[in-house]
């Protein structure tokens, strides 16, 4: 896969939510395949610890860009920050909800931040990243979304829409970029067990479950599978399949979805 993954997309690519958890693993692996990275995340020292680790251990150039995904000129300055390379593969990977609530009992202006980060800037990167990949067809692109994209559920109303438009999205631009050898993934991810899940659970006086999915088995799975989207659903029987609640009755579908949450 490595040598394979900088022919195909190098010379640069791009982890949006690059610095801890799946987004430091696509950062991790995207190195190791010889391709530069720019790691984008909020938390400096954060940011720039995982920056620190890749270029030892990988290499590559490192660049980070340090900004909050849910500002309105996020991607504009995105855009201006790699002005200078070719990014050959980009990934979205920050979308995780912090606190799953009850829609109202949350405010609005954190519900409006939420769908800044994982819609209006998901749908303004694909365009200003994928615009020119599909110009010199050549390029890959990684949408990371949910199975609560699946169907509605209490306590994950914002979330889950967001999810449900980056699969749709991303399963959209699939099939309007195949044809321009541009890959794209909406790739689906369960419990993955990551620092931000672990804030979440513990905030609950949860712990991480044993046996969810790993970082770095996600990013390696993805990277090997981005040509065969639009969806990669991690961790499934059939992942290029069905959705597991495609069956049921809408209704169903969302209460089951309600109860798995309330579950967890
Ligand atoms: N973990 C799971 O169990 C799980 C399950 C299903 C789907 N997913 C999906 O997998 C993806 C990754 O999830 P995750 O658990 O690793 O947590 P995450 O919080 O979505 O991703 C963490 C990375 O994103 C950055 N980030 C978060 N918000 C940002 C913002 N507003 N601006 C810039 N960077 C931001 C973080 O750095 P900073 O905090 O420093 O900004 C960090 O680098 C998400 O799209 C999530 O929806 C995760």
Known sequence: MTAKLADKYGPWGVVAGGSDGVGAAFAHRIAAAGINVVLVARRVPVLEACADEIRAEHGVDVRTVALDLSASDAVARLVDATADVEVGLFVYNAGADDISVPFLDKDVDTHLSLVRRNCGAVLEAAYRFGGPMVERERGGVVLVT???????????????????????????????????????????????????????????????????ATPDDVAETALRHLGDGPTWIHGAGDPTGPSPLGALPRRDAVLAMSRSWAEE
Not at 157 to 181: I, M, P, Q
Not at 182 to 198: E, F, I
Request: glycine content about 12%; hydrophobic content about 50%.
């Open 146 to 212: 949910s199975g609560a994209a699946w169907a509605g559920g209490a306590s994950l109303a914002a979330y889950g829409a967001t999810k449900a438009f980056d699969l749709v999205l991303a399963e959209s631009l699939w099939a309007e970029w195949r044809g321009h050898n541009v890959d794209v993934l909406s790739l689906v991810l369960g419990m993955t067990d990551t620092p931000s899940l672990r804030r979440t659970l513990a905030a609950k006086g949860d712990a991480a479950p044993d046996g969810i």
